[in-house]
């Protein structure tokens, strides 16, 4: 099924389906995959009932056939600085992302990679470099030839903008950052390559192991956790499960902007809250959302009993934080699924 999506005056896109979700809410999801949009919107459609004016999508039935034109209108939303306090996914911008690719270190947040995905900035006599090879190549079809300091450079930077959305990024992941890689710089790619990006694709994923390794050696607790091995000094030889792609952060670290002091204090003004005769709901929630990182070491690390995680995290215990960690978690899975089935695919 075809669509024509417009997204602004001068932004109107054309997609295609294969077959539509079975759901409004995974065809919303499916848009927001393939444009490569962030935050909530609101999606209206051609009526023939009403002389093809646009009206709200509630019910997918009501699309025509063949092909339909949709307008897509989003909405203003508040930016959260943990995963954890909200369901929407891609809550934070991509450039946010990749100008500080350590935030999500201690945000709780891991997403999907934006098909296309978005080739960060390189250092200046890199990019010169590269401006100069891509005009040879649009002139004479000539391929820069790099050094080995420039691409492991180029490699460094793809990984840490990599790194920015998900620590362990899929196969095609690795297809979809390779790609985009020469899409922008059709001056690196490999001559007597069918597609010019394979070698780059597998020099990523190299790199990309590399690179968390420097982390786990600063001491990146997500990474730590994940060793085949626990360490030495915690007196442990048993091996500790690494973080599935349905989990939204195994083992995070704590925010920049806080210490495990300030946190403790916001867990014990929890503690106090849930006493009252009326609980301010919202203050739990945004707590429940800073405490996070402290919260998944204690349960992680220390295996307390679960009379013991009551009486530190009593909100932990109620139908809302568990309804909205759960959807959480759906709405991330779905995403990661239907990527890998192709819906990213340019």
Avoid at 60 to 71: G, I, N, V
Avoid at 154 to 162: H, S, W
Avoid at 280 to 293: E, G, L
Wanted: glycine share 4%; charged share 30%; with cysteine.
């Amino acid at each position: 099924m075809l669509f024509r999506v417009i997204l602004g005056e001068n932004d109107i896109r054309k997609i295609h389906a294969d077959c539509l979700p079975e759901t409004l809410h995974d065809f919303f999801a499916f848009l927001k995959c393939k444009l490569a949009v962030d935050g909530s919107f609101v999606v209206q459609f051609q009526d023939p009932d009403f002389n093809n004016e646009f009206c709200n999508l509630t019910n997918l039935a009501e699309l025509p056939k063949e092909k339909a034109t949709l307008k897509e209108i989003l909405q203003p939303t508040m930016e959260s600085n943990d995963i954890d306090s909200t369901i929407e996914v891609g809550n934070s911008s991509t450039a946010s992302s990749l100008d500080n690719p350590t935030a999500r270190l201690g945000s709780g947040g891991r997403r999907p990679l934006p098909c296309p995905f978005p080739i960060p900035k390189f250092t200046y006599d890199v990019e010169l470099l590269l401006r100069r090879g891509n005009e040879a190549y649009h002139n004479n079809g000539s391929l820069l030839d790099i050094s080995k300091d420039t691409k492991s450079e180029i490699l460094e930077k793809l990984a840490e903008a990599m790194y920015a959305f998900t620590p362990y990024p899929q196969r095609d992941d690795f297809d979809n950052a390779a790609q985009s890689l020469i899409e922008k710089h059709p001056c690196l790619k490999e001559p007597g390559s069918e597609k010019g990006w394979y070698c780059w694709k597998y020099s990523l994923k190299f790199k990309m192991g590399n690179y968390r390794s420097k982390l786990r050696a600063a001491g990146c607790a997500e990474l730590q956790v994940n060793r085949h091995t626990a360490s030495s000094d915690l007196g442990s030889k048993r091996k500790l499960k690494k973080a599935k792609k349905a989990e939204t952060n195994f083992l995070p670290d704590v925010p920049q902007d806080k210490n495990e002091a300030v946190l403790e204090e916001e867990r014990e003004s929890m503690v106090v809250e849930m006493k009252k005769r009326k609980v301010d709901w919202n203050k739990m929630h945004m707590m429940m959302a800073n405490t996070f990182s402290v919260r998944r070491k204690e349960i992680v690390e220390n295996e307390p009993l679960v009379k013991e995680v009551k009486a530190k995290w009593p909100g932990l215990f109620f139908e809302k934080q568990v309804s909205d960690l759960w959807e959480m978690k759906i709405l991330i899975l779905y995403n990661s699924k239907h990527k890998n089935n192709g819906l990213c695919k340019r």
